[in-house]
Nanobody, 122 residues
């Protein structure tokens, strides 16, 4: 069982930056692949980025490559999402999620946070 709590969302102007954090409970954080997903109103939840258990591998959605950076600190049981050059189309609720093996499919993730709202104004 993993409990996840996101923070760091907010309102930002286009071109600005935000850094999201996701704190995990438990002592085996390094056993989990971590992903960030987002869901805009009226749209399906979509993959943003995932990071491997030790942080050595990452995979980004094309829409965020070069602008977003995922990282993790296993000693702090936390995964981060640095978002730069934000666009209005990045507006969504952002969720972190965990699973034991690699995937970019939302339905394959076992544990989810409650989400944090990111709003980018034009």
């Amino acid at each position: 069982q993993v409990q996840l709590v996101e923070s760091g969302g907010g309102l930002v102007q286009a071109g600005g930056s935000l850094k999201l954090s996701c704190a995990a409970s438990g002592r085996t954080f390094s056993a989990y692949v971590m992903g960030w997903f987002r869901q805009a109103p009226g749209k399906e939840r979509e993959f943003v980025v995932a990071i491997s258990r030790l942080g050595r591998s990452t995979d980004y959605a094309d829409s965020v490559k070069g602008r977003f950076t995922i990282s993790r600190d296993n000693a702090k049981n936390t995964v981060y999402l640095q978002m730069n050059s934000l666009k209005p189309e990045d507006t969504a609720v952002y969720y972190c999620a965990a699973r034991r093996t690699w995937s970019s499919l939302p339905m394959e993730y076992d544990w989810w946070g409650q989400g944090t709202q990111v709003t980018v104004s034009s």
